[in-house]
């Protein structure tokens, strides 16, 4: 539901009186997670787009105050404004930063737990591990589930786990809430699709340099890892390395 925050501002150039976003409450973590959702969704809402807004209500549907007279689900935005609207990207947090020399792809092999697709869209990392051995020494790995992101880099809010994100060249991912913090910052993005997947990703492109990578009925993830994502890794591998070596150039004849 990431993906329909680019409405809120067209949508409030439409709408006149009081505006708040509801946010049903039956999610799938523990509300006290540093990426637990509704919290850290409001917290991304009223960051980027409080401007447009007089309150974000986390409790539901069913908690709207009677000042309010309208109410419409927020994935309904789309429809109300008829038309599509170009993302806006983020500002840049800058809490955490990377070496900018290293190529640095971010992974996540996993949602919500909780979620009940999760078995369908998560990945057991042993069959990611070729992958990593085979990439090791060209590109700098980062793992960005909550766990590793809290041991590696002391990450306990969402706005740190952006700030990792906006300093990555890509993100390999299923489909959970890390695609959309890289799509919303313009970061390239292979997404992992398994067998049950969202329809809505076949509507329209939602954001900028992403690729889709399908599970059919008949595969398994190491046969897709190993084959149709490690290919087209190395030719971006290729690209980007050219690309960032073009730039030090650039920028050591600049400097002298």
């Known amino acids: 539901m990431v993906q329909y925050l680019r409405y809120i501002s067209k949508f409030r ?40 807004l007089d309150d ?58 909780g979620h009940p697709n999760d078995k369908y869209r998560s990945i057991e990392k042993i069959y990611f591990t070729k992958f990593i051995n085979t990439f090791k020494n060209k590109v700098n790995f980062i793992n960005l589930s909550q766990e590793s992101l809290q041991s590696q880099f002391n990450i306990i809010n969402i706005e740190d786990t952006i700030s990792v994100i906006q300093s990555l060249d890509l993100v390999i991912t299923v489909d959970t809430l890390v695609t959309h913090l890289a799509g919303y910052n313009n970061i390239p993005i292979f997404l ?31 046969k897709l890892i190993n084959t149709n994502l490690t290919k087209f890794f190395e030719d971006w591998w290729e690209s980007t390395i050219g690309k960032k070596t073009r730039n030090k150039n650039q920028e050591s004849k600049e400097r002298y």
Request: charged letters at 25%; one cysteine or more; a negative charge.
């Open 13 to 52: 150039e439409s709408f006149t009186g009081k505006l708040c976003l509801l946010i049903k409450g039956n999610f799938y973590e523990p509300w006290n997670d540093a990426m637990a959702e509704p919290p850290s969704f409001k917290w991304l809402i009223l960051k980027n787009y409080g401007q447009y």
């Open 56 to 113: 974000v209500i986390i409790d539901g549907w069913n908690a709207v105050p009677s000042e309010y007279t309208y109410k419409t689900e927020f994935m309904n935005l789309k429809m109300h404004i008829g038309f599509d609207v170009p993302i806006n990207f983020w500002k840049k947090y800058n809490s955490i930063k990377l070496n900018q020399d290293n190529i640095n792809v971010g992974y996540c092999l996993e949602g919500s737990r």
């Open 192 to 222: 992992l699709h398994g067998k049950i997947n969202d329809n809505r990703w076949k509507d329209k492109n939602w954001y900028n340099n992403l690729n889709h990578f399908y599970l059919e009925e008949n595969d398994e993830w190491n």
